[in-house]
């Protein structure tokens, strides 16, 4: 019997509701579990969300003070941050249950929410990307490093726009 994973995204006081309608479609693509979010910035601006595919009727959004609690024995915390010592995402294993904490696109994270992490990741890029492109990559990531066999043609099909009607063309 397999454990069922766990995917929890963690918002400390985001400041754009684009973002964190950015973060909601991520959530949807990568089968995150709940998407929390912390902070007074997101509620006063929060009917501009462009979550386009209405991921929040799949996928709870939910609004708590302390982004870790509430969170199962086993489900580890890891910080998505810029911080000396943190570990490069290539080399990053990523737990079966966990919930990632992303800091505001104008700010870090609180030094007391990154001691409480199991693990602290950053992405080695130049400069920092924003708040939902960084999610997109991490979780992109834990995909990436924990895929089964793909059926590749299932997987196109079930997935792609309804418009869409692209073959690769094989050569001979």
Do not use: W
Not at 119 to 129: L, S
Not at 163 to 172: E, S
Request: with cysteine; glycine share 6%; charged share 20%.
């Amino acid at each position: 019997m397999t454990t069922q994973s766990t995917v929890i995204i963690g918002l400390h006081n985001p400041k754009n509701p684009t973002n964190v309608g950015a973060v909601m479609r991520a959530a949807g693509c990568y089968d995150a579990t709940q998407v929390r979010y912390n902070g007074t910035r997101y509620n006063r601006a929060a009917k501009f969300q462009t979550d386009t595919k209405n991921m929040h009727e799949r996928i709870g959004l939910v609004e708590m003070d302390d982004l870790t609690t509430e969170l199962e024995s086993d489900v580890e915390i890891v910080c998505v941050e810029l911080a000396v010592g943190a570990t490069a995402l290539p080399h990053f294993s990523h737990p079966k249950k966990a919930v990632y904490v992303f800091g505001p696109e104008d700010g870090s994270l609180p030094q007391e929410v990154v001691d409480k992490a199991h693990h602290v990741v950053y992405v080695p890029t130049t400069g920092c990307m924003n708040l939902a492109a960084t999610v997109n990559v991490v979780l992109y990531d834990r995909l990436a490093k924990t895929l089964d066999a793909i059926d590749d043609h299932q997987q196109v099909i079930a997935n792609r726009d309804n418009k869409n009607r692209l073959k690769v063309k094989t050569c001979a």
